[in-house]
């Protein structure tokens, strides 16, 4: 196969774009042709890496694959207006250096969010004759309603129209989480054009140790609950931050935030105003170094908003929770991420706008109530057994040869 990825994100940024560049290095090391059409890297935090800086056009070679990148406006993710403005010039730029590429694809393959993604490849496809798959790690604009970010208007509703008939022209379409897929019947895709390829995890969650994090960051003796990812606007994160306070009379817990986003000022201001000493930002990290943070912590934590998309969600994170053997709450009240952690050996839940139910969960596991060590075990296991990214990536590559053999 000959393989055209269309994604706004890819390595060296940071976060959920390491699933996209691990299955397409996978195919590429399985012979495949793998080309990316992406943007010139500057997320989560906006900053250009020096040798890309003043490109409108950057072309190179990456694990096998080949990555043209097109010029965007820079923006971190604590600024939602200007990323979307990113958005949609990388759509401009992206088509304007699409004619550069002198290769001839089997398939084009657009992964979304963002929208313009599909968009581009649609029309790429088109040019090239190629296939067109869309892969959907989330569902937009309908995300972007039930968790606020944007208002339901004629806007969002001709934003649908466009992605549904985009879906409905795709000759595949890949989704991420079994609840993405059931949507996509819900508004009348035909079940044999989809599939569901989980995100999985990397063997490095698995193989590491803690690597002295506990002691760079003056947390030894601690009982760690960590938090790691995007603090946007997706995650009820201001739980994590009352059930802190709560939680003050027990001098021995920290709770610790690795990451970036849109609501960082708003959680570091409530830390400050409550006066919290047990509240620790760490910020963005090296990739490399998350599995440590993992490792060092005692107990892992997720919380999402409670909107109906949500019960149809998996936060990728999850499974690189689960493969570091942590104890793992989550502020969930049920959906697909709490069925699969209950098959996993159980899941730990609380209400994402109740404190106090994640602050008994916290001491029950403190105090030994819980186990969370044999609970952590059984995660690890539950992991190994069934989201390794490679495990995933075979199915990835079975499936789109399935489907060009078929034609």
């Known amino acids: 196969m000959n393989i055209l ?21 996978f195919f590429a090391r399985s012979g495949h042709g793998v080309s990316v059409m992406t943007a010139i890297p500057n997320y989560p935090d906006g900053i250009v890496p020096p040798k890309y800086r ?17 010029w965007v406006l820079p923006a971190s993710n604590r600024y ?26 089997d398939i084009v393959l657009a992964s ?44 969002t509703r001709v934003l649908k129209k466009v992605m549904h008939g985009l ?76 059930a802190a306070r709560q939680l003050t009379d027990q001098p021995d817990i920290v709770f610790v935030f690795v990451g970036d986003g849109e609501k960082r000022n708003a959680l570091e201001g409530m830390v400050r105003d409550y006066g919290l000493k047990n509240v620790v930002f760490v910020g963005s990290q090296p990739l490399e170094t998350i ?14 908003k409670d909107v109906p998309i949500t019960r149809g969600t998996f936060p990728a994170k999850l499974f690189e929770y689960m493969a570091s053997g942590r104890p793992i709450v989550f502020g969930s009240r049920d959906g697909e991420a709490i069925r699969e952690l209950s098959r996993a050996g159980g ?8 404190p106090h139910a994640l602050s008994e969960l916290i001491m029950q596991l403190k105090r030994g109530e819980i186990d969370g060590e044999a609970l952590g075990v059984k995660y690890h296991e ?21 489907f060009l053999q078929s034609r």
């Open 291 to 304: 599995p440590y943070f993992l490792k060092a912590s005692d107990v892992l934590i997720e919380s999402l």
């Open 347 to 354: 899941a730990l839940r609380f209400g994402p706008d109740d």
């Open 112 to 155: 979304t969010p963002p929208v313009t993604t599909p968009v581009i490849g649609w029309l790429l496809s088109k040019m090239k004759r190629a296939k067109f798959v869309i892969e959907i790690r989330d569902l937009q604009p309908e995300s972007s309603e039930d968790f606020g970010n944007l208002n339901r208007s004629l806007f």
């Open 167 to 242: 879906y409905r022209r795709a000759d595949r379409i890949v989704a991420v989480t079994d609840g993405i897929a059931a949507f996509l019947t819900y508004i009348g895709v035909e079940p044999e054009r989809v599939t569901t390829i989980k995100s999985g995890f990397s063997t490095e969650f698995v193989a590491s140790n803690s690597n002295g994090i506990r002691k760079k960051f003056g947390l030894e003796e601690k009982f760690l609950v960590l938090y790691a990812g995007t603090l946007g606007w997706a995650h009820s994160l201001e739980t994590v931050v009352e």
């Open 80 to 105: 939602p207006g200007k990323r979307m403005l990113g958005f949609i010039l990388f759509l401009f730029t992206t088509l304007i250096n699409s004619f550069r590429l002198r290769d001839q694809f």
């Open 54 to 70: 003043g490109k409108f056009f950057y072309a190179e070679e990456i694990d096998g694959i080949k990555v043209y990148r097109s």
């Open 382 to 402: 539950h992991a190994i057994k069934f989201h390794q990214r490679e495990v995933w990536a075979e199915r990835y590559e079975g499936f789109l040869e399935q």
């Open 5 to 25: 990825i269309i994604t706004q994100h890819f390595p060296p940024e940071k976060g959920a774009v390491r699933r996209l560049f691990e299955f397409a290095r």
